[in-house]
């Protein structure tokens, strides 16, 4: 995707050559699914994280955010049992795969952006020392797993995220996606078909953006890396 300038503003990365990724998204596929599934048998998860202005479907953020009425960028507090969750995604070896390649999808199709996450991001976890990333190849400081069943996007913006940054999503699951689960980018008026295991690298905060809907009986989930524009607000102030 490039401007009227031919800058490039984003696009789509198919899935590497490796001989197991098919294997590495199936893998990344169960986790979600396990996570959605004892969500829902133990209530773990209130209603705001199955419904809100994304869609009607499990999202679970997980990361270093900031924004909110925050008066300090933190870690994203979740009860004990959403925690662990959460964590147990996070040490996926699967997911961990996934996450790496989203980054590197970001270095590849902008890599003065991605030298000014690098240099930003790493001065604020150096200097605050209780920050954790969340996948120690990734450069992105925050995740949302969006677990199900049909994690299909409303027509919105993602306005905490840096406005001139990138964000990283890679559906998973098992659709037709030549017929539902196309990407929509309402602001540039382009539809795309947007297949499993495909990474879609877009400035989410600036260009609305949705997914077409899948049909009845199929799974689509999804993983998501970002980072919230206050992080780099918070750095350029000194902290």
């Not at 299909?152 to 539902?180: E, K, M, Q």
Request: glycine share 8%; net charge positive; proline share 5%.
């Amino acid at each position: 995707l490039c401007d009227d300038n031919d800058v490039v503003i984003g696009g789509l990365v198919d899935r590497p050559p490796a001989e197991d990724w098919s294997d590495v998204l199936e893998e990344v596929a169960r986790c979600l699914r396990t996570a959605r599934t004892l969500g829902e048998a133990h209530n773990i998860f209130p209603s705001s994280f199955y419904r809100h202005r994304r869609g009607s479907f499990l999202a679970i953020p997980v990361g270093v955010s900031m924004g909110g009425g925050q008066t300090v960028c933190n870690l994203v507090h979740t009860v004990y049992a959403r925690r662990r969750i959460a964590q147990a995604i996070l040490r996926n070896n699967a997911m961990c795969r996934l996450a790496g390649f989203q980054s590197s999808a970001f270095a590849f199709l902008a890599p003065k952006m991605y030298q000014r996450y690098s240099a930003d991001l790493g001065a604020l976890f150096m200097h605050h020392n209780n920050l954790v990333w969340n996948f120690s190849n990734s450069i992105f400081p925050a995740s949302s797993f969006n677990c199900g069943p049909e994690s299909i996007s409303l027509p919105h913006f993602d306005f905490n995220s840096w406005a001139c940054g990138l964000c990283a999503l890679t559906p998973v699951g098992n659709f037709d996606w030549r017929r539902g689960g196309h990407l929509v980018l309402h602001t540039l008026k382009i539809v795309m078909e947007f297949p499993p295991g495909t990474t879609a690298v877009i400035p989410s905060a600036v260009v609305k953006h949705s997914n077409v809907c899948i049909r009845p009986g199929e799974e689509r989930m999804s993983v998501a890396q970002y980072a919230a524009g206050g992080l780099f607000r918070w750095v350029a102030y000194g902290f």
